[in-house]
């Protein structure tokens, strides 16, 4: 896994589950059927008994159509100026991968920066994304690769992309070591979350 000397950000997964699943008006049982778990691996999740891994919240957000960052979300007060010390950042740890934000998560106008680090081999999933506005990517550490309506990129340190992010497009970290990556995305809609487009499938 990355290092990183920072806290993690961490909520109650399991009562982000009853709320999602009770705002859908689904059934513990509908979200069994069409997760492929038992009711009752759903209910100890529910109850803080057990912690899921990435691959059952996987699962779970399939079945409620949702991304898995929004388990972990919290709705902070958006802010006109937002100052974040860098051992402030919010950050989310994956299996293979950290996501940190850089405020965009707070501020009121629409533009969204936030920190990649991932291992070796790790990608945003094999399907590609769309959503609404701009995308700007700078490569910090490493090399990856990021794939634009199938239009291959090699990004090393310093290099720099950007493209409408309505154009379907993944990352994938094809080198043997960690790589970095700062994305900036801006002109989306409001009370979209764009990155949460870039770790929902994060493998």
Not at 49 to 70: D, F, G, M, Q
Not at 159 to 184: C, K
Not at 187 to 201: A, L
Request: proline share 3%; hydrophobic share 35%.
């Amino acid at each position: 896994m990355v290092n990183d000397e920072h806290e993690l950000y961490t909520v109650d997964v399991g009562g982000r589950l009853r709320e999602l699943r009770q705002e859908r008006g689904k059934s513990m049982r509908a979200v069994a059927r069409d997760s492929g778990l038992s009711t009752n691996a759903l209910s100890m999740i529910e109850r803080g008994r057990t912690s899921p891994s990435v691959s059952t919240l996987n699962k779970i957000a399939t079945a409620l159509n949702i991304p898995i960052t929004a388990f972990f979300r919290i709705e902070p007060e958006k802010q006109d100026i937002v100052y974040v010390k860098a051992n402030d950042r919010r950050k989310i740890e994956f299996d293979n991968a950290v996501w940190e934000g850089l405020g965009g998560e707070n501020f009121t106008g629409y533009v969204e920066p936030f920190i990649v680090t991932m291992e070796a081999n790790a990608s945003s999933g094999p399907f590609g994304m769309i959503h609404n506005g701009h995308e700007f990517v700078m490569c910090l550490e490493g090399q990856l690769e990021y794939e634009v309506e199938n239009q291959k990129y090699f990004l090393e340190k310093g290099d720099t992309l950007i493209f409408s992010a309505e154009l379907r497009h993944r990352w994938h970290n094809t080198g043997n070591g960690t790589a970095s990556i700062i994305i900036v995305i801006a002109g989306f809609e409001k009370g979209e979350r764009p990155s949460e487009y870039h770790i929902s499938s994060i493998k």
